[in-house]
C-alpha cells in the first residue's frame, strides 16, 4: 500500500476538526435547548396547578354562594305562596299584582343558583351518574306533566311524539330529563307562536336522538358555535325581556358528554331552532361522573 499524500492527510484532518468543532456547537445548542425545555415544562406544571387551584377556588365560591342564596330564596317563595293563598286575608288586584312578580322573579332567581351550584359540581369533579333501565314513553310522560301547568301561550302547541318501538335505556333518566327541559324551556322561550314539538328516534351505532324543534324566532349563524358555552346567551331584542344565567345549554353539553353523548344546534332566523341530543341506548361502563 502506498503512503498517504501529507496534503491529502492534512485536509482529513483539517475536515475532521470542522466536524468535531461543528459536534461540539450542536451539543452545546443541544443542551441549551434540553435546559429550556426543562424549564418549559415546570412553567406549565406551575401554571397547570395554578388553573387547577383557581378552578378549584371559582367552583368552592359558586358552590358557597348557591347554597346560601338557596335558604333566603326559599323563604321569599314560601312567604309569597302563603300571599297568594290569602291565608293573612285578602289582596287588592295590585297587591297581588307585585306579589306575582316578586315571586316570579324568586323562581328565575333560584333557577339561576340550581345552574351555578349544578355548574360548581361539574367543574369539581362531583356529578355522580346513576344508570338505571327505564321507558322512553314514561319520559316522555314525565316531561309532559312537567310543563303542562307553566304553558301559560295558548298560541303555541307543545306536542310530545309518542315513542313507537322504542327500546328500553340504560342512562341517567335525571341527567337526561334535565337536558331536555333546558331545551323545551328555551324553546319555549324563543316561540311566540307556533309549535314546539318534542322526539325520539333511534340512531346509528344503538344510539337514540331526542330532538327538540320549535318554529321561534331562530339563532344567526355565527352564534350557534357560542351556544353551548358558559353564560352565553342569544344575541337578539327579544332577549333583553328574558333572565338567564346562561348556563343551561353549557350543563346540557356535559351532562351529554357523561351519558357519552353529544348535543348540536340547527338554526335558521325566523324560522325556528333544532336541539338535539344523541345518546347511547345502554351507558358505557364505568362513566367518568366524579
Known sequence: MSDLDPLALQRAEARIREHEATIATLTTELD???HGVV???AELDDQ?????EATELKSRFLSYMSHEFRTP????????RILLSFMDGPLTDEQQKQVLFIQSAATELTEMVDDLLDLAKVEAGRVTISPAWFEMVDLFSALRGMFKPIISNEAINVVFEEPTDAP??????????Q????????ALKFTHRGEVRIRAELSENDTVTFSVIDTGIGIPPEQLKQLFQDFVQVGSPFQ?????????LALSQRFAALLGGAVWAVSEVGRGSTFAV?????????????
Open 179 to 186: 337536558i331536555l327541559r333546558n331545551f323545551i324551556s328555551n
Open 32 to 34: 441549551e435547548t434540553n
Open 73 to 80: 330564596l326559599g323563604s321569599i317563595r314560601s312567604l309569597t
Open 278 to 290: 344523541r345518546i347511547p341506548i345502554r351507558l358505557p361502563e364505568s362513566p367518568s361522573g366524579g
Open 48 to 52: 397547570a396547578m395554578r388553573l387547577r
Open 39 to 41: 424549564a418549559l415544562y
Open 240 to 248: 333583553r325581556h328574558i333572565r338567564g344565567t346562561g348556563l343551561g
Open 168 to 177: 328500553r335505556l340504560y342512562t341517567d333518566d335525571k341527567k337526561l330529563s
